[in-house]
């Protein structure tokens, strides 16, 4: 073959690739794209969002597509480096020419892809709980994760109907401890209620027991834990061998069965501020999201023979969105379609809430339900509290 | 009072850890003239070597320890003899490099076999929590008491007692005189690598079923262990114990009674005062040279 | 008189320079073979080769009829060929006792305290400093140490490196005395590389002059005094080295 010949072929293969793309994108089908770490530190959300994205787009196109189009997914893994996630949107807007990307679940990756898809003009679903990524709203970026505030206040409140007025905090010095301290105190002094003392720790420390010591001196009527683990669990710990008897709840950061595996005992008692999915079977049939938490509990575990998570929730909840709106559209798919679709108003009961999006609401979660219930842990098990 | 007992002991039980990191740094430095920081994930080895042999495998506690020491053991021999042995250059500067480059290898490859995941190792259990009025201390916590006191001996006895011991302190100060006498100054660096990494990987063990094991631990044990030598004087083991239990008792006061933010910061201001002041250390060593 | 150390073709050097030109020597048992020279000849890297300190870059060297080459410097001690460094190298943070042990390193405990007998009887000053840290002796007494180090493993050879450098004129004579007593009493082959050439050449069975990495000139001690060059040269002469000379 010269040299002609085979720049014949090229540019021939090359017209022939475009014309499948453009009969593609001409076809009646939804390109959808999913970006998460299911490698790497933050696999521990990616993997399981990724499974119920694949359980979710099986379905759709078992009952024949989403209102009559196929659903074709491009998924990508990017390690929970903001870097390659970046690399990656870029290949799923101009390679892949997907309608709208669902993605991605840590907040720093989701705080880069923001822009490009502001950019690029592509409706972008994440799955953090950051409220800065919605509030202000951009046209093209939403989320489905309950956030900090969500959570903050539920802990308050909760404790606030128990009668526990003075509040004492423990929060880890990194980024999510920070936040969850802030978000405490703020809504706190709404509720007229009191932090009587702020301690704080370093997200590797070994032993908390001075600040466990410190928080038992003022005489608080509950503590509030904000960390990921392992810190809660030697908080925890330090707290049963220190003999500390006031009522303990924790934040969303440790809503997983591994904390009673790790904590053990010295988790007896003590509450935690928690998505539904993490007692998808103990929820009393007349919370309005019982359904649907029920429902895809019972579907994921069917299919994949593991235990559910509470970021199933965010990837549920950011699908059944593109869902909803892309069967609001009668025409020709489109990214704008999309994103307006959304914007014209997409109500539902999810996972993570009671969703209501619209021009306003990028984030999901209405005001009327807490996006997040109150578990205690019973003889080493969650139970509803 | 109460509370300041506690806090007290505490922070002695976080000093023995550290202690234990420094004394690790104290025998390679002794050995070698070098820093290593990789010493750290020793550390971080001991612990998610036995959280994934008890935890994941299932094996009895008793031998999970002994794995874990002996693979520690292990891999700080073959950093030692791979690595640091056959360095085209022998700059001291390059060398320390080379320890840092080391430490993250090992990061990456605790990552990777061991996972990512925080895991909790049982109690070592045997002794029960001991109370006195309102001040305890955990079972786990007179595990890592006695053994600092058992390696103190046990160091104590190799270094002043046997010939072996003194052969590796004879091959750091004069390796060609020691040579000449029949020891191999390889060996005995081989020997301080094995013996301080062991050490980390023994201190690592008994930190999991107190804070969790995890791959990322090993950097703050390596500065802590780090400042603590530094603090005692580097190159001397009773002033790297001294150290860290300075250190450890310091954190924990600042954490009571200062603000429990700023506690890291503590222990380094510390160290910097150290420095301005006795540059050899609160017992006397080497003092560190500016690079 | 056995052979004990042989060399033919030596050469050696450190990095891109060869020190070491093509050298052929034979040292037995019970014999002071003295090597002389200017500063920079090259004395000191000799031994530094024969001992495993630097290796050897081609000819032949043996011990005792066993290959030195590519040995280790710390297996060559062990087979009873021992090297005492410029500058004593006592182990200065370690007592004078645990110096002396670790010279039998690789030594029985038993055979060490049989050995210890005999030194401190002939150095009773080491029995009074046992437990003094070798550093805070003074340099005869370290010099002292740093030969009964080597000599307590029994060697068959022993190679001195500027035993005398620094010393006062009544240590010197007693470190002369405690060589010939060496080769003597004990039949110890001994390699002596001294500044004190004329000291060095009385004592001396036979002698080398070194110069520029080669050996000029051979013979025995007394041949190399009498030599009209060799005296000018190392002997308080005031003619040009002796390579000119020669």
Known sequence: MDRRQFLGTMAGAAALGLGKISFAQSANELRLGFLAATSGPAAFLGASERLVFDLMVEQYNAAGGIGGRKVVPVTYDTEGNSTVAAQQLRRLIESDKVDVVVGPSTTGEALVLRTIAEESKIPLITMTGTESIVVPPTPYVFKTAPTDRHVSLHMLQFAKEKGWTNIGIITSADGFGQAGATYLKANAEKLGMKIALAEEFGPRDTDMTPQILRLRRAGIQALMIWSVNPGPTIILRNAEAAGFKTPIINSFGVASPALLEQAGRSAENTYVSTMRLLIPDLLPASDPLQPVVAKIAKEYRAKYNQPVTTFVGNAHDAVKLVELAVKKISGPLSRDGIANAIKSGVSFPGCNGMMAYSATNHGGQDDTLSPVVMVQIKNGKFVPA | ?291 | MTELLKFQGLVAGYGQITVLKNLNLTVNSGEIVALVGANGAGKSTLLNTISGILPVRSGNISFDKKDLKGMRASKIARLGLRHVPEGRRVFAELSVEDNLRLGAYGLGRSEFEAGLDPIYKMFPRLVERRNQLAGTMSGGEQQMLAICRALISKPRLLMLDEPSMGLAPLVVAEIFRLIKHMRNELGIGILLVEQNARAALRIADRACVMSLGKFELEGTGQQLLRNPAVAEAFLGGNRPPVAQAV
Do not use: H
């Open chain 2, 1 to 291: 009072m109460d509370s300041f007992l506690q806090n007290l002991i505490s922070g002695c039980l976080l000093g023995c850890i550290y202690a234990m990191a420094a004394l690790g740094f104290t025998i390679v430095f002794n050995a070698s003239r070098i820093v290593n920081f990789a010493n750290g994930e020793f550390l971080m080895l001991g612990g998610v070597g036995l959280a994934g042999v008890v935890v994941t495998a299932g094996l009895p506690l008793w031998l999970g320890v002994i794995l874990a020491i002996a693979c520690t053991a292990f891999v700080g021999v073959l950093m030692q003899v791979a690595f640091l042995n056959n360095a085209r250059s022998a700059d001291e500067l390059s060398l320390v490099m080379l320890t840092i480059g080391t430490g993250l290898a090992i990061r990456g490859a605790g990552a990777l076999i061991f996972g990512r995941s925080v895991t909790f190792v049982p109690d070592f259990g045997l002794f029960p929590m001991l109370l006195m009025g309102d001040v305890y201390i955990v079972s786990q916590g007179i595990w890592i008491a006695l053994t600092l006191v058992a390696v103190g001996i046990a160091l104590w006895y190799l270094f002043s007692r046997t010939t072996f011991g003194k052969a590796m302190k004879a091959a750091s100060q004069e390796p060609r005189a020691a040579a000449l006498c029949g020891i191999e100054p390889r060996q005995a660096a081989a020997a301080a690598f094995a013996i301080a990494a062991g050490l980390g990987g023994l201190a690592g063990a008994l930190l999991a079923p107190i804070s969790a094991a995890f791959y990322e631990n090993g950097v703050f044990l390596g500065l802590k262990g780090f400042a603590a030598a530094v603090a005692g004087g580097m190159g001397n083991p009773l002033g790297a114990v001294v150290g860290g239990l300075i250190i450890g008792v310091v954190e924990a006061l600042s954490a009571g009674y200062v603000s429990s933010g700023y506690k890291d910061g503590v222990a380094f201001i510390i160290l910097l005062l150290v420095l301005l002041f006795r540059p050899q250390g609160l017992l006397g060593g080497v003092s560190v040279k500016r690079v």
